[in-house]
């Protein structure tokens, strides 16, 4: 595609390997083997868990993987995915919806911590979207916190606020898999077998014209007449059912004559007009009735 190419040329060249993986914790000290606990930008430790009381015990905090065939603690939607993460795949995209809001189509939320098993976030969720490496030239290739300052990173896409500490990541390019398929030796070709000479035809004996090639239309023809074959022989389910009036409605010439036509003069248009004329005086006088005196 050339909008991904485009995309690809303008972002720099990884420094590291690509993110495969995003979870969360709830101890510092209990991530899983191969995951990083990110800090804010003041190296101060970014815990995402929004609580109200003051000096609450519930800690949360975002941890990435760069190690192939992670597993991840993700659901999708809402069910609990015993391990999405597997494969050769990377992080292309991530967003923060609310709660009750769709997970967004073909993306994963990190739903329970990776330690203990509890709510990872509160009345969000962090959702990610992993496709296979092969796939894709452009990834996911670093993740930051952002505590105090609110000037946003370069190169980096907002996700979302948690505990007033802003969530960003960035793309860029995602160099060669190093975790190769290798393809066993090649089968042995065998040889190509040589085709036998075409044994020689004996010339025709005899010189009469080969019969002409039916015409287009000849064919047409043909397949109309066909088709209207196969139309006619088909049975009616009224095949065979004699056409016959029922028996009350059966008459002969005979009883014809018992039946006088009206004779019906025609008139003409003089005689139509005196015979139905009307002067309608009867109207003309109530409306000059109905008529206000004039004023002098």
Request: hydrophobic share 35%; glycine share 6%.
């Amino acid at each position: 595609m050339p909008e991904v190419r485009e995309l690809r040329e303008a972002l720099p060249e990884m420094s590291q390997a690509p993110i495969t993986g995003i979870g969360m914790v709830a101890s510092r000290g209990s991530a899983p083997q191969g995951y990083e606990i990110l800090n804010s930008d003041d190296n101060v430790e970014a815990d995402l868990w929004k609580d109200k009381m003051f000096k609450s015990k519930t800690k949360r905090y975002l941890c990435v993987t760069r190690k192939p065939n992670c597993t991840l603690g993700v659901t999708t939607q809402g069910e609990e995915a015993s391990a999405p993460g597997h494969g050769d795949n990377v992080v292309v995209d991530m967003k923060l919806v609310g709660e009750k809001e769709t997970l967004p189509v073909g993306f994963m939320a990190v739903q329970d911590t990776l330690d203990t098993k509890e709510p990872a976030l509160q009345k969000k969720r962090l959702c990610v979207k992993l496709i296979p490496r092969d796939s894709t030239e452009v990834a996911v290739c670093d993740v930051k916190v952002n505590g105090r300052a609110r000037q946003p990173p370069p190169h980096y896409t907002f996700i979302g606020e948690l505990n007033s500490m802003g969530l960003w990541f960035k793309l860029g390019r995602v160099p060669k898999s190093p975790y190769r398929m290798v393809r066993g030796p090649s089968a042995p070709q065998l040889p190509t077998p040589t085709p036998s000479p075409r044994p020689k035809m004996p010339p025709r004996q005899d010189s009469a014209p080969l019969p002409a090639l039916p015409s287009r239309f000849d064919a047409r023809l043909d397949t109309s007449y066909q088709s209207q074959a196969i139309y006619t022989s088909a049975m009616s389910a009224m095949e065979g059912v004699p056409f016959v009036l029922h028996e009350r409605y059966a008459t002969d010439g005979n009883n014809l004559r018992q039946y006088e036509i009206p004779h019906i003069q025609l008139k003409s248009f003089k005689e139509i007009e005196s015979e139905y004329d009307y002067d309608f005086l009867t109207e003309r006088s109530a409306a000059a009735a109905r008529k206000p005196p004039a004023m002098s």
